[in-house]
């Protein structure tokens, strides 16, 4: 037992993410949880390609977390941009928020995202990854620079948040619109149903 686990009247589940969106999405659909942020950090992995990098993320994350419980379910995740072959992750600062708006501006991209979910109290877990296609208008260097200053593309992947303002600078998407916003709820569900959770029970429950 250790300083996370308490007498039961806590959520059943634990989102390993600091994000507020992905917590938006949860809260969103009914499910209780609590916020342990894991530490993992996009550069502790190194992969190939986008989709091994986010579920390697993903299940960094989950294991981090879940040593700190013996009875909740956590749900972790990890999403990045993809531009041409090139892995889009969180800018560091303006200047390379304003070089990902750039790159992205008039042109498709594709939203990876890597999930797990690990039950702690049986050991069971489960990993996907979603995809979705994304293409954003042409922007003018006027609205980058002030979408910029607004602060909101810093701390998200590929410099933009389309359940924020930066929605209004996204054209067309094909695939699930949830899994740009960090979180594919429909995988999601298919993950608890795998690892022999009934989630509905917990949503729909009164």
Same mark, same amino acid.
């Given at each position: &037992? =250790?300083?996370?686990?308490?007498?039961? &009247?806590?959520?059943?589940? @634990?989102?390993?993410?600091?994000?507020?969106?992905?917590?938006?999405?949860?809260?969103?659909?009914?499910? !209780?949880?609590?916020?342990?942020?894991?530490?993992?950090?996009?550069?502790?992995?190194?992969?190939?390609?986008? +989709?091994?990098?986010?579920?390697?993320?993903?299940?960094? !994350?989950? *294991?981090? /977390?879940?040593?700190?419980?013996?009875?909740? /379910?956590?749900?972790?995740?990890?999403? +990045?941009?993809?531009?041409?072959?090139?892995?889009? #992750? !969180?800018?560091?600062?303006?200047?390379?928020?304003?070089? &990902?708006?750039?790159?992205?501006? #008039?042109?498709?991209? *594709?939203? @990876?995202? #890597?999930?797990? @979910? /690990?039950?702690?109290?049986?050991?069971?877990?489960?990993? $996907?990854?979603?995809?979705?296609? /994304?293409?954003?208008?042409?922007?003018?260097?006027?609205?980058?620079?002030?979408?910029?200053?607004?602060?909101?593309?810093?701390?998200?992947?590929?410099?933009?948040?389309?359940?924020?303002? #930066?929605?209004?600078?996204?054209?067309?998407?094909?695939? $699930?619109?949830?899994? @740009?916003?960090?979180?594919?709820?429909?995988?999601?569900? =298919?993950?608890?149903?795998?690892?022999?959770? =009934?989630?509905?029970?917990?949503?729909?429950?009164?």
């Amino acid at each position: &037992m =250790n300083h996370f686990d308490t007498d039961g &009247m806590s959520p059943r589940f @634990v989102l390993a993410s600091a994000s507020p969106a992905r917590a938006a999405l949860l809260r969103q659909i009914g499910l !209780k949880f609590e916020v342990v942020p894991s530490r993992i950090r996009e550069d502790d992995i190194a992969s190939e390609s986008p +989709v091994d990098k986010v579920i390697s993320l993903s299940r960094a !994350k989950a *294991q981090h /977390v879940t040593r700190y419980f013996t009875d909740r /379910v956590i749900i972790a995740a990890d999403t +990045v941009v993809v531009h041409d072959d090139v892995i889009l #992750g !969180k800018p560091e600062n303006e200047d390379a928020a304003g070089d &990902m708006l750039r790159l992205l501006s #008039g042109s498709w991209h *594709q939203v @990876v995202t #890597g999930l797990t @979910v /690990v039950d702690a109290s049986t050991g069971a877990s489960a990993s $996907c990854h979603d995809a979705t296609q /994304v293409r954003m208008r042409q922007l003018t260097p006027e609205a980058i620079s002030a979408y910029v200053r607004s602060g909101e593309p810093l701390g998200k992947a590929g410099a933009y948040a389309i359940q924020g303002s #930066g929605g209004i600078f996204i054209e067309s998407i094909k695939g $699930c619109y949830f899994n @740009v916003v960090g979180l594919p709820l429909a995988k999601l569900v =298919n993950i608890f149903y795998d690892i022999g959770i =009934n989630i509905y029970d917990e949503i729909f429950r009164r």
